[in-house]
């Protein structure tokens, strides 16, 4: 009987250590890829390289897989459809447009950085 006891308590212990890794990394990666476009925002020429865009996306597909098994589908498309939306906004040189959609991109990864966060609140 004790030795059921011990194993559900070192199985119950593993999964929050592994749910508070999960948060940690989430939380990185969302913060970076809002670092990033932060970063090509605050370029002084406005004309963004799309080598640029495209090594960002890089980056992005990457973490993509890791995210796939934890996240909902909803918030890894919509992230997805904004870097085909920029990578077209920068191929066309509309970069009003690919400002928009840095300046969007930026602010869903802050959301989905701040929705994912360990907190009281996201737990009730």
Same mark, same amino acid.
């Given at each position: 009987?004790?030795? =059921? ?17 999960? &948060? ?11 670092? =990033? ?7 002084? !020429?406005? =004309?963004? !390289?799309?080598? !640029? ?14 995210? &796939? ?10 992230? &997805? ?6 990578? +077209?906004?920068?191929?066309? &040189? ?24 360990? =907190?009281? +609140?996201?737990?009730?």
């Amino acid at each position: 009987m004790k030795c =059921r006891f011990i194993i559900a308590v070192i199985i119950f212990i593993l999964l929050i250590i592994c749910g508070v890794l999960q &948060e940690i990394y989430v939380v990185q990666i969302f913060n970076e890829l809002s670092n =990033r476009c932060s970063e090509i925002v605050s370029y002084d !020429d406005v =004309r963004y !390289d799309l080598t !640029d865009i495209t090594q960002l996306h890089k980056w992005w597909l990457k973490h993509l897989g890791r995210f &796939e098994a934890i996240l909902p589908n909803y918030s890894i498309n919509e992230i &997805e459809m904004l870097f085909g939306e920029l990578i +077209g906004a920068v191929a066309a &040189e509309d970069y009003k447009s690919a400002t928009a959609l840095l300046c969007r991109l930026r602010e869903t990864s802050d959301a989905l950085s701040q929705m994912f966060t360990l =907190r009281l +609140g996201n737990i009730l």
